[in-house]
DNA sequence: CATGAATGAGAATTCATTCAT
DNA sequence: TATGAATGAATTCTCATTCAT
């Protein structure tokens, strides 16, 4: 069944942005050439020309197309019913380190170019928001302890994030255990 | 008073990495040419391979010279005598976040290059030791609650590491608060 | 009224000529690239090939089939009868002159390609020798004085080519008038 | 003798220059590789970055440093004397056509290269006006017939201009002589 | 007839590095 | 010690051309 010209076209920009996904996190955006990018997709530089304006073009791409802010915020504002807090709280965590190791290339990427590290922030402060209504409502409902809740967000977000990005795993349930123990 | 040839060279050399230092952190190290470097230090190229092999030699010369671990390990070694773990605490997480503050340009350089990243990854590992060997010694003491030391010295570290490396400012006592909250 | 196949294929190749006559003019030869003459055209790169070898075919068959030779040729070889020989040669350069002025676009292509410019030297080679035999049959009729009609001849149509080539214009009866002044 | 750091520099722009004036009356200024560039002056592509920011401003430094408007100028404001006008304008008019014959290649450049067309009408319009006044003496001191000198003076220039630009050779006593018979 | 994906060669330019002075 | 001319390799990007569809 041969591919249609749009479907190939398709087909083709995605694998050029798996490609550089791959590339990029292996030597830097600044260290991998054109070259480096064209055969990593077995193809010539010339052809990545008629997907993308520049290299630059095809890194804003990349970090636009592949970005996992629409994956992360379906994971924070999800409906987490009756659950308990401590077990909504790992489970999400753990959530987000799955996504951060998944996602390790294009973590990578995010560190290693500074006209992206504005798009971490952004993330960060996505996250730190969403994890920090989800206590505040816990802590309304007295389940969890009253405590500053920005504070608590930003570090069970920061932690996981920094120890991701530096290829260090976390233990989420000691995090959580360790701003809010166990009662008892 | 005319330097001496050695004062000179030494002087030099320490000209050439403050500038390069200032440089890498405004272009990162790719971005950065041997030009660049040498203008900043308002010098000639070819004067840096004098007192440098390569590029790549000035990099680790930086990161060897300049690294703020011996700085880090002065500080989270200090005697605290009998004063509050929670001030201590608060001192030393402030201390910390300055000193990152301080050498930002450093930390750029860090984060900017890959090869780099290790270094940074071991500046935690032996902060958290440090940190956690003294949580320890107050929880043996009974003036902390016991609980996981090396995440919490993690945490701690975590927190005020990433938001610095993104700019963001940490409140440090809240921070510190949130983990050891004042009695009664 | 469908166009016949034959039809359709004449009038795609007039099409691509013109297109290309106007984007070469512009931009010059070289600067012209193929991508800029199918869009001109409205039309794909590909197709150029299905209708000339190469760019530099498109060329020569532009130079060939738009060449205003056979019309200078036309307009110097009418019967002038019996009119006088100045207004004869004032509307001969007036001729001249709008000839070139309505392919100032081909000139310019003249002008613009090493490659072409033996084409110019050729049409004025033809233009002197037309216009010199004119001149010396109007010598012979005793109407001009005696004088030396291949100089003249060359002189009349340079200073025409010269400043249409520059874009400024040409008072062809002063010019008439400097060579062959009325007399009394 | 061995040259110093500035002589050596100066003679190698010169070289440059003098290696590009040729290339690109050979090849075209768009036609010319600045690899030819380089090879022509056997030095690497590199080295010609050193001396002029662009293959641009390398084509503005020749047309600016080895324009002829200057020599032009002096050829026609020299002082003529009492010399007989007829022989005053052959002359000079044998010297503009050596001046464009000794700098055939840049006159090449200018014709083939659009942004210098400008230049090419400057030099004509400048030695207009100056044959343009000697005419006017001359007429004036009874010398020369009454006869519109604006007029004159652009043919002869263009004359001489338009054949040496094909590379014809124009005979100058010829065109002096149709202008201005000898009397008698 | 017409498209547009793909190629390969080559363009201009930059850069780390060397070395004679 | 310091300079800066020179190199050669690599980089990003463009372009004429081909060909399967």
Redesign the interface.
């Known amino acids: 069944m041969a591919r249609t010209r749009k479907e190939q076209a398709e087909w083709r920009r995605e694998q050029l942005l798996d490609a550089a996904l791959t590339v990029f996190a292996a030597?830097?955006v600044?260290?991998a050439s054109v070259k480096d990018l064209a055969a990593a997709a077995a193809v010539t530089p010339g052809l990545l020309y008629r997907y993308f304006d520049s290299k630059e073009a095809l890194v804003q791409a990349l970090l636009a197309e592949r970005g996992f802010l629409p994956r992360l915020r379906e994971l924070l504002t999800a409906d987490h019913g009756a659950r308990p807090a401590r077990q909504v709280l790992t489970e999400l965590l753990e959530a987000f380190d799955r996504l951060l190791a998944d996602n390790a290339d294009l973590v990578?990427v995010f560190?290693?170019t500074?006209r992206a590290?504005a798009g971490?922030?952004e993330l960060?402060a996505e996250g730190q928001g969403l994890v920090g209504g989800f206590l505040t409502a816990r802590v309304a409902a007295g389940e969890l302890r009253p405590?500053?809740v920005a504070?608590?967000a930003?570090?069970l977000l920061?932690?996981v994030?920094?120890?991701r990005?530096?290829?260090?795993p976390v233990?989420v349930v000691?995090?959580v255990?360790?701003?809010f123990?166990e009662e008892g």
């Open positions: 030597k830097g600044d260290g990578a560190f290693g500074t590290r971490l922030a960060m405590h500053d504070t608590a930003k570090t920061s932690v994030a920094v120890n990005g530096m290829g260090i233990d000691r995090l255990d360790l701003l123990p």
